[in-house]
């Protein structure tokens, strides 16, 4: 009898479970609306410290789920204490950057923005010319102890930085480097950024890094070199106004005193080019040749 009265209430829920009636317009439209503020906020979040930030979220959500499942008590009542003061910390810790992203939404058009698919920036690889073009300028101001820092962008967005300085937008050559860091002229103080195979801007200030491992006789220079490197995953060119030798930072780390040989090594680490051996590249031109 209990199982047949069970069955009556299952089979009695069953009947009142309905579906929800889609609606074509108005559901349309709400399920582009919402895909469209994802979206933004995403690319928006590409372009800022909250993309990293997002990385540590979900690897403490996951953890947070698995102590949930494992029924650990005590970790889920801290989770739940600390929640409300962790949202206003990450506010705090973003506020320049969601002030940024309020003035952007109030300066910029946000349908051409979303259907023009051209504004989206990306990256790319730099050349092997830029390589060559960034080492000869480096090894020639070396040579006359020109400082110089120079910043080269991979995949986190380095436009925060390039607001501070001045555009430029030109072609990476040796001779525009040398002359923009060419003592007594107005761009040779501050970063370069170099994006792809073009320097977008120059002047640009950098934060300075905070490590107590770094050599006191190390400069404002060298510190803003390992202290962008620190924070993106850039890799930055510094050469020596003192002494006249190049370094090179990446994730916070410096290498001193590289030559012309590992400066390009270093250069090439960072292409993310497919090493193509002689028979293959042979072969290729061959081909190219024949066709």
Same mark, same amino acid.
């Given at each position: 009898?209990?199982? %047949? ?16 009636? !889609? ?5 349309v439209?709400?399920i ?7 979206? =933004? ?6 372009? +800022?410290r ?13 953890? &947070? ?5 494992? @029924?650990?008590?005590?970790i889920?009542? &801290?989770?739940?204490?600390?929640? $409300? &003061?962790?949202? !206003?910390?990450? !506010?705090?810790?973003? $506020?320049?950057?969601?002030?940024k992203?309020?003035e952007?939404?109030? $300066? ?33 101001? @070396? ?6 820092? /120079?910043?080269?962008e991979?995949? $986190? ?5 390039e ?9 990476? +050559? ?5 002359? /923009?860091?060419?003592?007594? #002229?107005?761009?040779? %103080? *501050? ?8 320097? #977008? ?8 890094? %905070? ?7 190390? @400069?404002t ?5 390992? @202290? ?9 060119? /510094? ?15 410096? =290498?001193? *005193? ?6 390009? =090594? ?10 193509? %051996?002689?028979? +293959?590249? #042979? ?9």
């Amino acid at each position: 009898m209990q199982l %047949d009265h069970l069955f009556e209430i299952n089979l009695s829920n069953l009947n009142n479970l309905r579906l929800p009636r !889609i609606r074509l317009w108005p559901d349309v439209v709400e399920i582009l609306i919402i895909a469209l503020l994802i979206y =933004e906020v995403l690319v928006w979040a590409r372009r +800022t410290r909250l993309w990293s930030l997002l990385k540590g979220v979900i690897f403490i959500a996951v953890f &947070i789920i698995f102590a949930d499942i494992c @029924g650990m008590s005590t970790i889920m009542w &801290i989770a739940q204490n600390v929640f $409300q &003061i962790a949202v !206003i910390a990450v !506010i705090v810790i973003l $506020q320049p950057e969601l002030r940024k992203a309020l003035e952007e939404l109030g $300066q910029t058009n946000l349908f051409s923005g979303v259907l023009s698919f051209a504004d989206t920036r990306e990256t790319g690889l730099f050349s092997d010319k830029t390589i060559s073009e960034i080492t000869r300028a480096c090894v020639e101001m @070396g040579k006359v102890r020109t400082g110089a820092l /120079i910043v080269i962008e991979q995949n $986190q967005s380095l436009a925060e930085y390039e607001r501070t300085g001045i555009d430029v937008d030109a072609i990476v +050559t040796s001779q525009l480097l040398i002359n /923009i860091f060419e003592h007594n #002229t107005p761009l040779h %103080d *501050g970063a370069v950024i170099v994006r792809g195979d073009r320097i #977008t801007s120059a002047t640009c200030y950098l934060p300075l890094s %905070d490590n107590m491992q770094l050599g006191k006789e190390l @400069g404002t220079r060298h510190r803003a070199g390992v @202290g962008v490197s620190e924070v993106t995953d850039s890799l930055t060119v /510094i050469v020596s106004e003192e002494t006249g030798k190049i370094s090179v930072a990446y994730h916070g780390v410096l =290498e001193s *005193g590289v030559d012309s040989g590992r400066l390009g =090594e270093r250069l090439r680490e960072i292409q993310n080019k497919e090493p193509v %051996d002689r028979k +293959t590249r #042979t072969r290729k031109l061959r081909e190219k040749v024949i066709a």
